[in-house]
């Protein structure tokens, strides 16, 4: 849940929180061979692990500076680039500030959590100061975003490092911030108190935290007090579970929702290793942007946000359709109504946690229409040219998502529906809309709340068009047939068009993008995303109404000016570097770092 964009005493009012956006295929190629890594290494029948683990580089070619190396021109070769090591140096740098504020208890970073000094989560009271705390966060922040921007140039020139070992360091990492209170926004204690209504029998999309008083979960609330739930049904049932649990201990509470928010996000970035396996550099590049990124483990796991529930299920959905299953492979005529089915059921639980993850759907739905249109009147072998299995295969995936997700609300009550007309409309400080529109009105010049509206939703499509056009192919090794392989892009196209328009933005609502890109090919859209998560994670320091959080006025600047004034600007900035990189880029040129599909009949 959002929070406050001014200091109260500013007088402006947070805005409501917002749960939705406030706002070409290859040929058909039947199953494609896996990916031959052309990097000299281990015998062929060696795992591919162990080619990803080896900490020696190849032998450099005899021909001279400008000959390519081995495996042609574009393939990457395992090689020592400092950069590597450096980066991976500085985001453990802004790791450990993370986890630092975490571990210092109560600040205007952490809000306290009443309930048994015994119960989990566990961290010191030292009362830090703010100075010291938003220090710390600004140097994680700074660290982060330098790292990983490091690792992947010495990636792109074919650095590599041990995925796996990342992959554990970054699960033992989201174990320790679950293990702590959570940091950055007072959202988890806005979770506990739906939970608690939920659990008495009262109505959390009807009742408030104001309007319980007497409640000791609900007096813990300190943000967004007269807000009813925006949430959806699933993510009301999540918190529904951790009261059951936790009871009147608010501490016991947020710890389950932590926990059980940890084990998704680890869960997530399992998914994406396994479905890289079998390509070293992709299986770098998925561990770096998900499970081990620094950025994404403090806003979506410090930050104990439900918003990675909603992603897990999202990429489940994801690799469900996109992920063949060697036993079973498909048939011919494309998708199964049975890998339709589970990609909807999966995305459609994830939309009833939060309803702007539905927009990942539209990879595998855009999948099967473009899959349709190359194959029809085409006449080859195996191929069905008519319109009927594409409009079956579409209307399964288009009907279990609505299923599960109408099922829930329907469930839930009518008023289940109420907040979210009222979000939408929402316009945050931290955004380039803030030019146009805001509480006070537009920096440059005011426009009615509808024309954002209508302005979001045609710079989304515009966006989307470019990005399907210039976000790379994977590749991926793991994905043998070649147009599964786009519904990872087509996701990250429409993702990163949401994030990109969207008149309300939070840093932890970017983790849809980096999931969804992680499987593609390294580009310059990494770093416009880069660059975008880390601008807001600076912006809201702390995402807390000022007021509550104990912020100095003297750092009232941090969201008066840094906030509510240079974000806007920033993000403009790097909208327009994103449209002017999407009309210029070419995909059909091999991006760096990838491992080329190998051609038919090389050897596994």
Known sequence: MPDADLPAHAGNAPPVASAVPDADLPAHLGNAPPVVSAEPGPRAEEPADRAAASDHPPPRPAGGAGEAPPGGPGVPTARRDHRGPAGLGLSAAGLTCFLLVALLGPSVMQPALPGSAGQPPYSLVVHPSAYLVVALTVAGVVLTVAGLALCALA????????????????????????????????????????????????????????????????????????????????????????????????????????????????????????????????????????????????????????????????????????????????????????????????????????????????????????????????????????????????AALCASAAAVTGLAYLMAGPHSFDQLGRASK?????????????????????????????????????????????????????????IGDETFRIAAALALAWLFAAPYALPWYDGLGWATIALLAWSRFDGLLLVRTGVLALAYLPARDPRHAGLPHDLDWLVTVVRAQVTPWVLTLTLIALIAAATRWSPRAQAPGCSPRAPAGSPR
């Open 426 to 482: 929402s316009v945050s400080l931290a955004t380039p809309w803030h030019l146009l529109a805001g509480t006070g009105g537009g920096l440059l010049v005011t426009v009615s709340r509808s024309g954002v509206r209508l302005g979001s939703v045609l710079l989304t499509l515009v966006l989307v068009a470019l990005l399907l056009r210039a976000l790379p192919r994977p590749h991926v090794g793991g994905l043998t047939d070649p």
């Open 155 to 394: 990636a792109r020139r074919g650095w590599t490092f041990r995925p796996r070992l990342l992959l554990v360091a970054g699960a033992v990492a989201a174990g320790a911030f679950a293990l702590m209170p959570p940091v950055g926004s007072a959202d988890h204690l806005n979770y506990a108190a739906y939970g608690r209504m939920a659990v008495t029998g009262n109505d959390p999309y009807v009742t408030t935290a104001r309007s319980l008083p007497a409640d000791p979960v609900a007096h813990a609330v300190q943000d967004w007090r007269d807000t009813p739930t925006v949430y959806g049904p699933i993510a009301t049932a999540q918190q529904t579970l951790a009261s059951l649990v936790g009871g009147t201990s608010v501490r016991l509470t947020v710890f389950v929702m932590s926990l059980t928010n940890a084990l998704a996000f680890v869960a997530a970035g399992l998914l994406l290793y396994r479905t890289a396996r079998g390509d070293p550099g992709r299986e770098l590049r998925a561990v770096l942007l998900w499970t081990a990124n620094p950025l994404l483990l403090f806003e979506l796991i410090g930050g104990a946000h439900n918003d990675v529930l909603a992603i897990a299920f999202a990429v489940a959905g994801l690799v469900a359709f996109g992920l063949p299953d060697p036993l079973r492979p498909r048939p011919g005529d494309g998708r199964s109504l049975s890998r339709c089915v589970s990609a909807g059921i999966l995305i459609g639980a994830g939309a009833a946690i939060k309803i702007n993850v539905a927009i990942a759907g539209g990879g595998p739905l855009l999948v099967l229409v473009s899959e349709w249109w190359r194959s029809r009147g085409t006449g080859e072998s195996g191929h069905r040219n008519g319109l009927g299995p594409t409009v079956a295969r579409a």
